[in-house]
């Protein structure tokens, strides 16, 4: 079992830049697969990175555009979102998520363990 605190999130311009991290408890962090989703109010929580456990091949979603970096310290027990070009769009509440199981990485389902979320605001 891990636990998941996120920080990073706050009030930027748009075009600004921010970066999201989560620390996770516990020794075995790195045996977990991370994931970074995304929920606007009035909206359904949406997939935006994931990274393996050895910290290669991140994945993101298409609306990320070259815009988001996901990266992870194992020895640090965290995951980083780097988010740059913010739009107001980005607005959300932002979780970090973790998996043991292979499933979909983009799939919220596939998902044991859950931060409380970080706000983001991108002012336009």
């Known amino acids: 079992q891990v636990q998941l605190v996120e920080s990073g999130g706050g009030l930027v311009q748009a075009g600004g830049s921010l970066n999201l991290s989560c620390v996770g408890s516990?020794?075995?962090?790195?045996?977990?697969?991370m994931g970074w989703f995304r929920q606007a109010s009035g909206k359904k929580r949406e997939f935006v990175a994931a990274i393996s456990r050895s910290g290669i091949n991140p994945v993101y979603a298409d609306f990320v555009k070259g815009r988001f970096t996901i990266s992870r310290d194992n020895a640090k027990n965290t995951v980083y979102l780097h988010m740059s070009s913010l739009e107001p769009e980005d607005t959300a509440v932002y979780y970090c998520?973790?998996?043991?199981?292979?499933?979909?990485?983009?799939?919220?389902?596939?998902?044991?363990?859950w931060g409380q979320g970080t706000q983001v605001t991108v002012s336009s």
């Open positions: 516990g020794r075995t962090f790195s045996t977990y697969r």
């Open positions: 998520a973790a998996r043991t199981t292979l499933g979909n990485y983009d799939s919220e389902v596939s998902y044991s363990y």
